[in-house]
């Protein structure tokens, strides 16, 4: 399946002009490495960006999680993604946080939490180790009315998913208020971040090894159509202090390559509140997935490090954007798979001993090959039998049994549908 980008774009959409901006630096905001909502050289940007990928319940899903740092001058989010999204894939996570213990677990952080019952936000704060609290931020609980999906038809036959969640207005009118929203989306197709390379004699073989190779882009501008990137002046690229990537896969994949913002990886066994953040999900409890005890956490963070305007730090207000890079090797076997590697070894040994018996050197009469052919029909007919029952076991992989499935339910939904259609 071919998408116009890999990975998702992440942009504000700002309800007041930025300070000092000009309607015509607005316009350019990819063009010679410009942004439209860069702050002050002196500013820290307080924003963060969290992108968890879950490969749970055989159908990959993402929690994005947006940390911004002036909620008063931010109307809504927008996310770019390289792929057509149903609505109903969409749901806010802001209501299963609501306790200190997974609010820690997101920001790994001791948290102070103060929610309200009635009210669509939670007052959130870390704290320290002498008791003192910082960093407050405003936790939203959105409903499906803050959520607005549009779809594109891009030039070159493909299409993105805009969506576009709304902010309430802040309670209070305090500059720089910070606010977090997170959300989840399912049904991530593989193919927009994960290549896979399997070996060319796999079915012939009791084992097997896969290869993927992960490339997910957050912001990333390189290679994005110009038709998503223009044409709405009031969307702008934010600069964040973090960005944070997690990929969460099996234990059984092993991590033999990673890019430079590779953090590092660890083990979910005994995060019983993972098990309740994800197990919450109707929908994946009605896959049987209630727990990631067989699963790694693999990071990738990138950080803004200001040097305090000194010539290292080139002018750079904070992070733009993050490509996440890793090769993932997995060995495959079953049952399967080794009754078939010992049933081809035994239809070789077979063939091969019948073949001998055939073309072995005669002492005496005719031995030319039209005479063996004759007196042998039946021998060499039952060998050609068995290396044709070899390459149908050969052939009958897991990806052709998935493809024939696949070619016959799409035959019989056409076939009903027509019947449907004629009124029978």
Not at 60 to 89: H, N, T, Y
Not at 366 to 373: F, K, R
């Amino acid at each position: 399946m071919n998408h116009p980008f890999s990975g998702i774009i992440v942009r504000y959409r700002r309800s007041t002009p930025v300070a000092g901006e000009t309607a015509q630096s607005t316009a350019q905001t990819h063009d010679g490495g410009k942004d439209a909502v860069a702050s002050p050289a002196s500013a820290v940007p307080t924003d963060e960006l969290h992108v968890n990928l879950w490969e749970i319940g055989g159908e990959p899903f993402l929690d994005l999680g947006v940390m911004i740092g002036d909620w008063a001058s931010c109307e809504s989010v927008q996310v770019d993604l390289p792929w057509s999204l149903d609505s109903r894939k969409v749901s806010d996570l802001g209501a299963r946080l609501n306790g200190e213990k997974s609010i820690a677990a997101i920001f790994n952080e001791v948290v102070h939490y103060d929610g309200f019952a009635d009210r669509n936000y939670a007052n959130v704060c870390f704290r320290r180790d002498d008791g003192v609290d910082f960093n407050h931020f405003t936790l939203l609980r959105l409903n499906s009315t803050y959520f607005h999906l549009k779809e594109l038809n891009l030039a070159d036959g493909t299409s993105v998913t805009q969506l576009k969640i709304n902010l309430p207005l802040p309670q209070t009118n305090k500059p720089n208020q910070r606010v977090y929203v997170r959300f989840r989306i399912r049904n991530i197709p593989d193919s927009v971040y994960a290549s896979v390379f399997r070996q060319k004699d796999r079915n012939l073989l009791s084992s097997s090894t896969e290869t993927r190779i992960i490339d997910f882009r957050i912001n990333m501008r390189r290679g994005v159509p110009d038709e998503i990137l223009t044409g709405d002046d009031n969307v702008h690229f934010p600069h964040f202090s973090k960005i944070h990537f997690f990929l969460t896969i099996d234990r059984g994949q092993e991590c033999v390559f990673q890019g430079n913002t590779f953090k590092g990886c660890r083990s979910l066994v005994d995060e019983e509140i993972w098990n309740e953040y994800v197990g919450n999900d109707a929908w994946l409890s009605a896959k049987g997935n209630k727990t990631v005890r067989n699963y790694l956490g693999y990071q990738w963070t990138d950080s803004y490090k200001s040097n305090n305007g000194s010539a290292g730090d080139s002018g750079r207000r904070g992070i733009k954007d993050l490509v996440v890079l890793g090769r993932f090797s997995k060995t495959r076997s079953s049952f399967i798979y080794i009754i078939r590697f010992l049933t081809l070894g035994l239809i070789f040994g077979v063939a091969g001993n019948a073949l001998w018996d055939v073309f072995q050197p005669q002492n005496q009469g005719d031995d030319s090959l039209t005479t063996v052919a004759v007196d042998h029909w039946k021998t060499l007919r039952f060998v050609g039998e068995l290396l044709f029952s070899a390459w149908l076991l050969t052939v009958l992989s897991r990806d052709t049994i998935k493809a024939v499935r696949v070619c016959v339910w799409s035959g019989l939904k056409k076939l009903y549908d027509h019947a449907r259609n004629a009124g029978l």
